[in-house]
């Protein structure tokens, strides 16, 4: 039976001094000890941090735990220096901002809703994100990857490859899915990729609108255009929410796992022998460069037990994917390793259960066009240095890694891709 561990590793606050390569040993430690660990959080509430892949699946697709309240962990430092959790992550725009009419957007956020409220807003979204889509955008995802590869020829020999690659191909990708026209692209990346008000971005989002419902395509808003079960109010918050979120996390994936392959030659040159294994590799680069320390937490609607540990009802967890990801009971021996031959399939990445990520298959599309594209055109691909193989701050309050530069030299460059 697994207790929340009292010490040695007694936990509090995250550790901040993990890279998304190499987590805190911490994080390991407190694995080994329990299943569940305590956990601090912002609003002075006394919860839990699930460490072990089995709690962290239980927690995540048992429907006795609730998406609200929208508690975050206490960060970094905050053991030595209690006003650092309150200072030490970046913040967003908070999520209960009022728009134009009235209405809290939270209201109408996938990330805080549960039960028929969430299964109502997903269904509506849910077609554009299916497999079969992911499959039927490849073309155009292939055909804008080979782009951005001629841009980087362009911009070379020393490149970022997270300004220069990564967060170009998930912004195109995102603007084609969601319904974004080529010509409001880069008004959308200096509204939804900078900074900018909540009013900014709903008044684009109106115009998005507008002009959908004259222009009608293959792509989310006109979707829910077309969706009559939908209020205006609730089709602005889902695109709120849709045009911000995913986005980021791919571009990271990219950055990451090419980061991952440039310091693992071996695996490099295993997936440049056999490009074919670049599908599969997606999921171990997913499973070792998981961008969430941990998801959003969910709280307890009444007493449950799991793993043996009670969770009394109002106790919040915080699922940590980065420790799931690298359970041994899971993953075997060697869990820290980067394996493109390993079968990674289940991992919490996209996190898992009714609030797993919607974009996933996509994703995945967009990762591996990305990576076995620029692995493809540049064969003497350098790393001359990534921000993220030293610790960052978090860049959120959930606690989510940032995939900082990635400087590379491309070197010598093949004609095809």
Known sequence: MSEPAQCPFHA????????PLSPSPRLAQW???????????????EGLVATRYEAAIDVLQDPRFSMRPARMPVGPN??????????????LEAPGELDDAGQQSEEFNLLTLDGEEHAKLRRAVTARFSLRQARMRQPWIHEMVVAQIEALRASGPVVDIWRDYAQPIAARTHCHVIGVPEARYERFVELFVGVSTAQQKY??????????????????ITDLLHDTDLSRVEIEGLLRLLLGAGRDSVAYLIATATVALLINPDQLSALRADPERVTGAVEEFMRTGAMFVTLFARTAREDVVIDGVPIAAGTSVAVSPVSANRDPAQWGDRPDDVDVSRDAFGHLGFGQGIHGCIGQQVARVEIREGIGALITAFP??????????????????????????????????????
């Open 380 to 417: 003497d691909l350098e790393l001359i240095e990534a921000e993220q193989l030293s610790p960052m701050p978090f860049a959120h309050p959930v606690a989510v890694y940032e995939a900082g530069a990635v400087i590379v030299r491309l070197g010598g460059a093949t004609t095809a891709v």
């Open 12 to 19: 509090r606050a995250l550790p901040g001094d993990g890279t």
């Open 78 to 91: 905050a053991a030595d220096d209690p006003a650092a959790a309150e200072t030490s992550a970046v913040p």
């Open 203 to 220: 008044d684009f989002i109106r115009g998005l609108i507008e002009e959908r419902r004259t222009d009608p395509g293959e792509d989310v």
């Open 31 to 45: 694995r080994a000890q329990a299943a569940f660990m305590p956990l601090d959080f912002q609003d002075g509430h």
